[in-house]
């Protein structure tokens, strides 16, 4: 493939990078170096423009990376972007926010968590924080599960006013398998999905990022099959769409 041939196939691009993972990218990328004695990435931007350029720019770049760079375009713009945080802190594993901070503090000279503070604030903050540590606990406590779920409904349902640190402490820190089995906990407690707890005891990015870290806890699949659904809607803005893709 060369994108200095006379005009530019971009079916033929997307078809190649598309059904590929990013790890057969980057083999492309540095075979591509090899034979050709330049950038892909470089090469294909001469070529392109437009969103279809962003699109397979993201698609060629390492997972971390962009995951990084989204967030530094997130915390450093105009305002927070907040969607982009709360996708992806909510859906990484614990070595992937390890790797995160590594390449952003490289990339960029700065410490994420201290970027993160700077732009946030409160319980949305705290959870934020204890997300990007990646210290969620390993397996099912079969000791706390029913414990947990009796500490969810005590914090929201099951009391005027709402206790906010313990749906923050119990969700940012258990493992998914654990939640899941708290979340059936729950529904067999309350009557309810934990879900309906959230959205009636919570408001603003603290629920958005609350709801999101439950749906990952479920099912990361689903999450990013949910997110790929609504970004192909009339009058939704690229990045969703470029955001779901690249990550696959």
């Known amino acids: ?16 990078l598309t059904a590929r993972s990013n790890d057969q990218r980057q083999q492309i990328k540095a075979a591509y170096k090899k034979a050709y004695g330049k950038d892909l990435v470089s090469a294909l931007k001469s070529e392109l423009g437009g969103l279809f350029e962003s699109l397979i ?3 060629m770049t390492p997972p971390i990376s962009y995951d990084a760079s989204q967030l530094h375009k ?51 903050q705290k959870l934020l924080v204890i997300l ?21 409904y005590a914090a929201g349902e099951g009391k005027f006013g709402t206790d906010e640190e313990k749906f923050i402490t119990i969700l940012g820190n258990r493992s998914a398998e654990h939640l899941r089995k708290v979340f059936d906990a729950y529904k067999k407690l309350s009557g309810s999905e934990i879900e309906d707890s959230i959205e009636g005891e919570t408001t603003g990015n603290l629920e958005n990022l609350l709801l999101a870290v439950v749906k990952c806890a479920r099912s990361v699949p689903d999450f990013f099959a949910e997110g790929l659904y609504k970004s192909m809607r009339v009058g939704i803005s690229q990045y969703p769409l470029e955001f779901f893709i690249c990550v696959l």
Do not use: N, P
């Open 1 to 16: 493939m060369t994108a200095e041939a006379e005009g530019t196939d971009e079916d033929a691009i997307l078809m190649l």
């Open 57 to 59: 720019v993201a698609l």
């Open 74 to 124: 997130a915390l450093k713009g105009a305002g927070t972007d907040d969607d982009v945080l709360i996708e992806i802190m909510s859906s990484r594993t614990s070595e992937q926010m390890k790797d995160i901070i590594k390449v952003y503090k490289k990339e960029f000279t700065s410490k994420l968590e201290k970027d993160i503070c700077g732009d946030t604030s409160g319980h949305y």
């Open 132 to 152: 990007l540590q990646g210290s969620r606990e390993e397996g099912v406590d079969e000791a706390k599960i029913e414990k947990d779920a009796k500490d969810l």
